[in-house]
């Protein structure tokens, strides 16, 4: 069976950072695009960054402006986001996607095959 967990949510200040992990299990993802999307209360889930098999592409948000950086470790089959520079209308509900298709990269929520249960966020001002 296969699962995502993400971790490293929390409550932090606008301006701080943090680094959301998301570790897979049940089958390897070295092949397979990852990616980062995220839903606050009353919006549609939205995409915040993905990144190819060997690392190689990433693709980001419009939002993100250079504040966040999304990495990969195939040997922990665990892909990060590490976020910097937060602001309040970060907060949200950070998810961890997978592609069950090797090779692909994308940034619709349709794309991607597998689903983490999410991370809270949340920034105060």
């Known amino acids: 069976q296969v699962q995502l967990v993400e971790s490293g949510g929390g409550l932090v200040q606008a301006g701080d950072s943090l680094r959301l992990s998301c570790a897979a299990s049940g089958r390897t993802f070295s092949r397979n695009a990852m990616g980062w999307f995220r839903q606050a209360p009353g919006k549609e889930r939205e995409f915040v960054a993905a990144i190819s098999w060997n690392g190689g592409r990433t693709l980001y948000g419009d939002f993100v402006k250079g504040r966040f950086t999304i990495s990969r470790d195939n040997a922990k089959n665990t892909v990060y986001l590490q976020m910097n520079s937060l602001k309040p209308e970060d907060t949200a509900v950070y998810y961890c996607?997978?592609?069950?298709?090797?090779?692909?990269?994308?940034?619709?929520?349709?794309?991607?095959?597998?689903w983490g249960q999410g991370t809270q966020v949340t920034v105060s001002s």
């Open positions: 996607a997978a592609d069950g298709a090797p090779y692909g990269l994308g940034t619709t929520a349709t794309y991607y095959d597998h």
